[in-house]
């Protein structure tokens, strides 16, 4: 679930949508009566007056502050059972209450009325629309989650929502635009536009807002020109802080080297493509961190000119780094430091992080209905630290760790799957943390082991960065992340689709290795990143659809990153696939022994 906008989204529900809303018209008693004699009335009563007790006592207990209660009960009702006007009470009191909570699950349940064949009030239709789309925005579903406000906004005309849309259009992948771009009214195709135009700012502020006036002025009557989202308007505070000059802290000698080359490479490559594409482009001085010291190496940067770092790589400077209590510039160091939180101002950190990956995958598993996981990760340091971000993210969504097995990748694999399962008992998922060559063993043991249909969930590990359907058939069924610039026809229908397509194109071109590809897309986005600080300093929240997936930053500057999902199809990573809608496993096994006539 993503948790980093459900405050405020509810927060901007409640104070602006639903005012009216705490107490339906017609629910208020002269005397009000106790919930408790309501609740117990209930227990003697027929289903339909049992139900109108039940809300009642709900209503009651929301208007006296008691909500965790209330919803509880309001949850649990036959609201079938209820009459009409009553049933739309119910969904509204619910609805707002699962906000309150930030509970999407209890929303949802109560926005099916919107299903339901009969006639709402048509304030009462748009709220639960509105809701419905917070919901599923709280749920990482940002396409539905825009259709749903983008009706209510149309029936409505209303400005209220503008943020809460602005939020979920700009998560969209470009596969999801193109999908809501082909059913767009005018409405939705004023919103794209609009989005189109913050895509493709590169950063450059000032032509950002100038762009955005000039849309204002076309667009006239939309209710983003009558009241553009907290986050543009919030960009003239930036006006006149375009990026002139980045210092690059990398290593030209020692251990690091060869990383920091191909980093370097996607940097220079994107820098280049900017220019030829008559972009802003910031000067760029590369500083040789391998033998100095911190000081030194901000002293020189500072010299130079430059207004924002990129660099270190090294993680033992930026643990050192994060120490700190202010940095002199406003600095994306390209590693994780090993401290709990970062606590220097100024300091943003951005990493291709598995521990990143391990958190995606537990909340994907959970809001696909999972609740009892195995899990195997290596047993190494590595191991140790990714099997502890999926435990506890797992858990945190409600979930279950039967076993948590700390394998020996040199044993054998059909010993450790027992293993594993005799330790775990009854469970609905494995979360699997692995190389190629390990992984593509366990889901054939599953199936010797007798559970074939076993879910298994894995991170970008297990993918070696190419389709190779002969020797990925035995991954069938199992479901992955992993950067979009690897899994293009996943992640975006096709290469063209990509982020920064130009700078892909050459750069998968001239490199072989995915693995060498992945640091020169690490570049690409640092590059990009780079440009930003002042906007991610300023707006909290800000997003960066990347090479390496879309990249927010933490509270404490960290920089997280969401990867689009796959799932591999013979033996191809693919789109995920889904029954009748809804996001669900297929048969693994039966999608094991499919190898289609396709393969080479």
Known sequence: MNTSSRGLVAAALLALLVGGCAAPTGMMQPTERSPEALLAQAEQQAAEPAADSRLEAALILARRGEAAKAKEIAAGLDDTALGAERRQAWALLLSRLGLEAEDPDSVLKATALLDVDMTLEPDAANNLRYRRGLALGMLGEPLDAAKAMLAAQAASGSEVPND?????????????????????????????????????????????????????????????????????????????????????????????ASVAGRIRQGIETRHAQARRQGSAAPALDFIDSSQRDLNTLYAEATMRGAQVVIGPLSKRKVSELEQRQRLPLPTLALNYGTATR???????????????????????????????????????????????????????????????????????????????????????????????????????????QKVPDLPVYTTSQAYEGRPQPRVDHDLNGVRFVEIPWLIPDAAVGGAEALPYYESYRRLSAEIDDPALLKLSAMGVDAYELGLRLPQFQAIHGSELFGATGTLRAASDGRIQRQLPWAEFIDGRPQPPLRAEGERVLGSTAASRERQGDDQP
């Open 164 to 256: 809460a849309i602005w939020q979920q259009l700009t998560r969209l992948t470009a596969q999801e635009r193109i999908a809501l771009r082909d059913e767009a009214d005018a409405l939705t195709r004023g919103w794209l536009s609009l989005l189109e135009l913050q895509r493709q700012s590169g950063g450059d502020v000032d032509r950002l807002l100038d762009q955005i006036s000039n849309w204002r002025a076309e667009h006239h009557d939309h209710p983003a020109a009558r009241q553009p989202p907290a986050e543009l308007l919030a960009l003239r505070e930036l006006r006149g802080t375009r990026i002139d000059r980045i210092a690059i802290l990398l290593p030209e000698s020692g251990p690091l």
């Open 342 to 448: 970062n606590n220097a101002e100024n300091l943003f950190q951005y990493g291709l992080s598995a521990e990143d990956e391990a958190r995606q995958v537990a909340s994907r598993a959970a809001r696909d209905g999972h609740r009892r996981a195995a899990a195997m990760v290596p047993n190494n340091a590595w191991g140790r630290r990714v099997g502890t971000a999926y435990r506890e993210t797992f858990e945190d969504q409600g979930g279950d760790i039967g076993h948590l097995m700390h394998y020996d990748p040199k044993a054998l694999v059909n010993d450790s799957v027992k293993r594993l399962l005799d330790l775990s008992g009854q469970v609905d998922m494995l979360f699997l943390l692995g190389l190629p060559s390990y992984a593509r063993q366990v889901p054939p043991t599953l199936d010797y």
